[in-house]
């Protein structure tokens, strides 16, 4: 016979709180019961006691079990949790439990299973408590002073939940831990020992590792991608300036690689970009900085050495052999450009710009050939280019001539469009949609994509208010870029717009690149709690490809995480990518995120996200993006 239960229930039914009791108690087992129906008495409950288990609807007035689950395993992670309600799907269910519930119960059913789940899992729950307090006899030397602070803490009366560390195996091999630990009361309220739970978050830190190794590098050659690229040019400038080396930044395209991939395949293109950055590797010194920015695009960061030399060697090395076998192998060329570091004060943006345009002068020629930027000659050319987009974005801006696009979100358990992502474009003289990539990255360099986001947000607002005023509810996703994070005058209109449309808050869910998110994260983390306080939502995008650490995860408040698209577009192929995004689901589920595939294009891609409990998937195989005014009218 078990000891008597410390039983949590979040539940809004007195009725049915009864129901499970009794169901308990008829079958031999002591609940100490607490009902709970609001996020804070629950908190409340929480701070001030310890549960062995919580029992939870899936629906309640003013929080689901979802928002519950989340706050129960921020405070402790071990211990049961089982849904017992009469509206959840199956589908809802199976999710759930990924999520990090141990059971769920259908009220439809009678509660005959309730009795059983329960003793199960709090024995469970205790094994693994006693485990876990064996696998780690000492605590690893270089973390026993990490340890010692939060030993103290819980001496002073204080828990400490999910303190990770690194604990040592009887046999001698490490483990990555999480810990929590609580104080132990006599009956004045002194604190007289501690009950510590800790879990095995080994599997978990292999995959943080894996996904650190990512932010930094190519999938497919494993050379360092844009970002990282991008972050050693900038640090080597200014020593370029300084010295009489100078350097260069050099843009490596190869000629009519769409020809291979249309003939042969993309499989035959895949092999070709890693041969060639087999062979360019080979080619350059230890020294120099090598990357892959784009499809069929490397850059190299050049320390040292005559660039237009180099560059010549680099164009020798791809043409000498053939580098697509088959019946008939494939010889290819590529184009270089080449902008050198020294002179000018420019941002690592800028000089790959300079690189990029010598390349394509080089490419537009006869190919296979090299070109150098001329400051003189080019400057004149991007500048025209550039103020021509910045005076037609300003009219935009002043006309409000944008156009607001939208693209579906699927929920994938219920199969329901849940959600709308609302996507800006901007138009020309003749009606005709310009790219975002022709102006957002000018109107952010020119400081306009703040005005751009605001005409966004309120768009966004008066498209929710036109929608509930017809009796439609719709969710709508916005995004918003790192100006806009520190834009207080934006906040104060949306705010103003939130209130004067009475529109319900939670409908609107602002989106930030995790990217922008993690270089700004003080501004974020702000921008975030004023805006949820209104009870807005966040979404962070692009998630996995500019990783920084699940640590800011955990204190960064964004409800949905997006799944960057490079890990979807190729998932029922590549193993690679299938291991990864399985694994973000899981660790996203852990931090109580729900997860958005990005980049579904087919209904294999859509049927293994649903079977790694993927929660909602945006893409051309749900919908491709259609004005706003075609799909709400």
């Known amino acids: 016979m078990l000891d008597p239960i410390d039983t949590l229930i979040v539940e809004d039914s007195a009725d049915d709180a009864e129901l499970a009791v009794r169901a308990l108690r008829g079958a031999g087992l002591e ?47 071990d211990v049961p949790f089982i849904i017992v309600s009469g509206t959840i799907g199956e589908e809802r269910a199976v999710a759930a439990m990924r999520a990090g519930a141990q059971d769920y119960i259908l009220k439809g059913e009678g509660l005959e299973r309730l009795p059983p789940a329960v003793e199960r899992e709090v024995r469970e729950a205790a094994n693994r408590r006693r485990r876990g307090a064996g696998c780690m006899r000492v605590v690893h030397e270089r973390r026993q002073a990490q340890m010692s602070d939060a030993l103290a803490r819980v001496a002073r009366g204080e828990s400490v939940a999910g303190q990770e560390t690194t604990g040592l195996r009887r046999d001698g091999t490490s483990i990555d831990l999480s810990v929590t630990i609580s104080p132990i009361y006599d009956e004045g309220g002194r604190v007289i020992g501690a009950s510590t739970v800790a879990r095995d978050i080994t599997d978990r830190k292999r995959v943080e590792s894996r996904l650190a190794y990512l932010a930094d590098h190519d999938l497919l050659t494993g050379l360092y991608n844009r970002r990282r690229f991008d972050e050693e040019l900038t640090r080597e400038i200014p020593l370029a300036q300084r010295s009489e080396q100078g350097g260069a930044a050099i843009v490596l395209g190869l000629d009519n690689f769409t020809l291979v991939n249309d003939t042969l395949g993309h499989h035959a293109g895949d092999e070709l ?70 002179g000018a004060d420019l941002s690592a943006e800028e000089l790959l710009m300079r690189a990029d ?75 005709g949609v310009i790219s975002p990539a022709d102006f957002l990255p000018i109107a952010e360099r020119f400081g306009l994509i703040v005005a751009i986001d605001r005409w966004m947000v309120l768009r966004a607002i008066e498209l929710v208010a036109e929608q509930s005023e017809r009796g439609r509810r719709i969710c709508v996703e916005v995004n918003l870029s790192a100006g806009s994070m520190v834009d207080a005058d934006l906040f104060n209109e949306i705010e103003r717009a939130i209130q004067e449309s009475a529109i319900d808050p939670a409908q609107l869910i602002f989106e930030v690149t995790e990217t922008t998110a993690i270089e700004n994260l003080g501004d974020a983390k702000r921008l975030a709690e004023r805006l949820i306080q209104l009870g807005c939502r966040f979404a962070l995008d692009d998630f996995g490809a500019g990783f920084g650490s699940f640590y800011y995860l955990k204190h960064l408040p964004f409800d949905f995480l997006k799944i960057d698209g490079d890990f979807i577009r190729r998932l029922p192929v590549n193993p690679t990518d299938q291991s990864m995004v399985e694994a973000i689901v899981q660790v996203c589920h852990q931090l109580g995120k729900r997860t958005i595939a990005e980049f579904v294009e087919d209904q294999a891609t859509l049927d293994l996200l649903r079977e790694y409990g993927v929660d909602f998937a945006q893409g051309y195989h749900i919908g491709r993006p259609m004005p706003a005014a075609e799909i709400f009218s």
């Open 31 to 77: 609940p100490r019961p607490l009902r709970v129906e609001t996020t804070e008495h629950l908190e409340q409950a929480l701070r001030e006691s310890t549960w062995d288990l919580v029992i939870s609807d899936f629906s309640l007035p003013k929080m689901d079990a979802r928002e519950a689950l989340k706050l129960v395993r921020q405070v402790d992670p």
């Open 273 to 342: 970009i890693r041969r060639v950055a087999g062979l360019l590797s080979e080619a350059l010194d230890d020294v120099d900085i090598f990357a892959r920015i784009g499809g069929d695009e490397f850059a190299i960061l050049l320390r040292e050495g005559p660039a237009e030399v180099v560059a010549r060697e680099l164009l020798d090395a791809v043409k000498e052999e053939p580098l697509v076998g088959g019946e008939q192998p494939v010889r290819v060329t590529a184009s270089v450009g080449i902008a050198p570091l020294g």
């Open 357 to 431: 345009v010598a390349m394509h002068e080089a490419k537009d020629g006869s190919g296979d050939s090299v070109a150098t930027f001329e400051p003189a000659r080019h400057r004149r050319e991007l500048m025209g280019e550039r103020l021509q987009m910045v005076e037609r974005i300003r009219s935009a801006i002043d006309a409000g001539s944008f156009s607001v696009y939208s693209q579906p979100i699927l929920d994938v358990g219920a199969d329901v469009i849940s959600q709308h992502e609302l996507l800006v474009r901007m138009l020309d003289e003749d009606g």
